[in-house]
């Protein structure tokens, strides 16, 4: 068990390493950064070291490429499949690493082993180490990533020296709780007890690491605080100016602010940006695309879902990943709110926060949108951050249950074409993604714009009918009644477009879905999946145009959603008839009732309250703790159990 993968062991440390430097008064932000290794934070050895059902066959063949391809039947050539350097050798691990993604389907085994070989020996490291959450009342840290200062590229194989930062822990904890080194590792180390410690050590010190001040203000990606959640949920006005970008502009008001900083290194969040935009002009739009899923053979569509570098495979327990489904959705909520981040929940997501506030139990992904502004940010000051999520979920800390803190990290990736607003060749509908590393599900986050659709020959006929009910509610009864003039109809329609393009009051994602100001504007608090988020001023406009009979249907994906109970039930398990659930008797299904009641009661006042024109502006206090237990906890803890018993 003491070597068992544990990831809230770093989250820990580097938390104690933070504390002990404020504590010291010789903290210098610019200075202080994270060496990074994806294998502390990633259990990738479990994925790369040989299994007995295939050990043999490498044993005599060597596990290089040619040996991984000829064992998983891949006839595809893995050109992103190279020779490790020798001195890089471990044994017992592959001789190769790969350096891409491929879109191949491959035997799951093999799926994770080509992701996890690349994290280990491949992958660009974060750009900076975000604690989500150290203190609800403080705020989240953030830690860069540590550097090569002569190229300002992060050092890939960069060891992070745990034994030497555990080795300061023991000896700082020896000397000041006045126990011996035997007494200090039986009790172990807590991520939630270091967060505790460091923000109580910050308050105590001169520091001010936490600034009020616009993103943009921010030149430098240095150790800070950041703190936007306010108290209480109010309705988010969105502007038109939000929505609205040209590429040439930006790219030269970026560079002003680079020249007016005088700061020419890595440091530099506006140097980072400028270099990955003109990276990508250089293609003369030609993007490729950008996400990379994992298409596993026999079951290809369930592989679409998963981001191709954390990939662990898909067969994990319904409860497992809806587990992490919950727990992804909260978390973006969470960085959203503390960060400024102004986003609301769309598509399919929307859809289930319309029936009970949940996820419906059949997703595989989930979907936020945002305005182009709030990409902007995110790209400029967040873009390949790992989020470190330190949420204590109970009302009080005391020490006790938070031994999952810092257990769970998300890695928020932006589409290196995100400044390009048309569709393109379809590749990158997507502008960014929030990953978590243990699976590799993830959110789909695509930003909104003002573009020129006045071209509709740009536009397939999906895209131009809904451009239409976006104009005009009741475009498609209109369009088959007999008594309009639909000559008339049309101009009218042709009219109602121009203007709204002059006005620029019109916005669409690079996959063609279209919104106006009125149905977008103000975005209304809401709680999802118990944690405080928005959804758009006329969401029953936009999920009828979505889903026409989404809003009534009652029967999706072989589930019937049970009035009386307020979930989705499958039909083998509930009969369809039973329109309530009050005659159904199922173990599980009632467990998920009482589970899920506190959560569904909440979301039906709201619903009665929204139906009438008002909301609840939910204050911080009110989110509702987490449905279910961090999947991965409840494993190592069965482990532990099991390994006390012996």
């Not at 307020?566 to 009050?582: A, F, M, N, Q, Y």
Request: glycine share 4%; proline share 4%.
């Amino acid at each position: 068990l003491a070597s068992e993968h544990d990831p809230r062991l770093t989250a820990a440390l580097w938390l104690f390493k933070v504390r002990k430097t404020i504590e010291s008064g010789e903290l210098n932000p610019i200075f202080l950064q994270i060496p990074f290794s994806w294998s502390n934070w990633v259990d990738l050895d479990s994925k790369l070291k040989k299994k007995y059902k295939w050990y043999n066959f490498f044993d005599k063949e060597g596990y290089t490429c040619k040996s991984f391809k000829n064992f998983y039947g891949i006839s595809k050539i893995l050109n992103q499949c190279i020779p490790l350097d020798p001195e890089l050798f471990e044994s017992d691990f592959p001789k190769f690493k790969i350096s891409g993604p491929e879109d191949s389907p491959m035997p799951t085994e093999a799926r994770i082993i080509y992701g996890a070989s690349y994290l280990k020996y491949g992958a660009t490291a974060p750009s900076r180490v975000m604690f989500l959450n150290v203190n609800k009342n403080q705020g989240s840290l953030i830690i860069p990533v540590l550097k090569d200062i002569k190229t300002g590229i992060p050092q890939l194989y960069q060891k992070i020296q745990l034994n030497k930062l555990l080795k300061e822990y023991i000896d700082y904890e020896t000397k000041n709780q006045k126990k011996n080194w035997f007494q200090i590792v039986s009790n172990g180390i807590s991520a939630a007890q270091e967060a505790h410690e460091l923000i109580n050590s910050y308050k105590k010190s001169s520091l001010n690491l936490e600034k009020e001040i616009d993103d943009f203000d921010r030149t430098m990606d240095t150790l800070k605080f950041v703190n936007n959640d306010k108290q209480e949920s109010r309705q988010i006005q969105l502007t038109k100016d939000q929505f609205l970008w040209d590429t040439s502009k930006e790219i030269n008001m970026i560079q002003d602010r680079i020249d007016k900083s005088h700061i020419t290194n890595f440091l530099n969040l506006d140097l980072a940006l400028i270099t990955n935009m003109k990276n990508a002009l250089s293609l003369n739009s030609q993007f490729p695309k950008y996400f990379h899923e994992s298409p596993v053979r026999g079951n290809i569509i369930a592989g679409e879902h998963y981001d191709w570098r954390f990939f662990n495979g898909i067969d994990m327990p319904y409860y497992e990943h809806i587990s992490v489904l919950h727990r992804l959705i909260r978390t973006w909520l969470r960085f959203s709110r503390s960060t400024g981040i102004e986003t609301w929940i769309a598509h399919g997501t929307m859809l289930g926060w319309y029936w009970n506030g949940l996820t419906m139990p059949w997703d595989s992904d989930a979907d936020v949108q945002m305005t182009m502004l709030s990409l902007y940010k995110l790209a400029r000051n967040y873009n390949h951050t790992l989020i470190v999520d330190m949420t204590m979920e109970n009302q009080k800390y005391n020490g006790i249950g938070f031994d999952s803190v810092g257990s769970e990290s998300y890695f928020i990736d932006i589409g290196s074409s995100f400044f390009s607003r048309v569709k393109g060749n379809g590749n990158n509908a997507i502008d960014a993604r929030f990953i978590d590393t243990k699976t590799g599900l993830y959110i789909d986050i695509t930003a909104l714009s003002f573009t020129d659709f006045l071209n509709n020959r740009k536009l397939d006929k999906v895209a131009r009918e809904e451009l239409l009910n976006v104009l005009d509610p009741e475009y498609s009864q209109k369009r088959k009644d007999k008594k309009i003039n639909q000559q008339s109809y049309t101009q009218e329609l042709d009219k109602l477009k121009s203007q709204k393009f002059v006005n620029k009051e019109i916005f669409n994602c690079r996959n063609d879905h279209f919104y106006s100001i009125e149905e977008l504007s103000p975005l209304i608090p809401t709680l999802y999946e118990g944690v405080r988020g928005y959804v758009p001023n006329n969401y029953k406009k936009i999920l009828e145009r979505e889903y026409p009979n989404g809003l009534k249907r009652e029967y999706f994906h072989s589930h019937n959603f049970k009035s009386g109970l307020g979930i989705w039930v499958e039909d083998r398990v509930c009969p369809k008839t039973d329109k309530t659930g009050s005659k159904c008797m199922d173990k599980n299904a009632l467990i998920e009732y009482h589970r899920t009641n506190r959560y569904t009661s909440s979301h039906k006042k709201e619903m009665d309250l929204l139906k009438n024109g008002n909301f609840i502006a939910y204050k911080r206090d009110e989110e509702l703790p987490p449905l279910r237990t961090d999947p991965w906890y409840l494993k190592h803890a069965n482990k532990a159990i099991r390994y006390l018993s012996e």
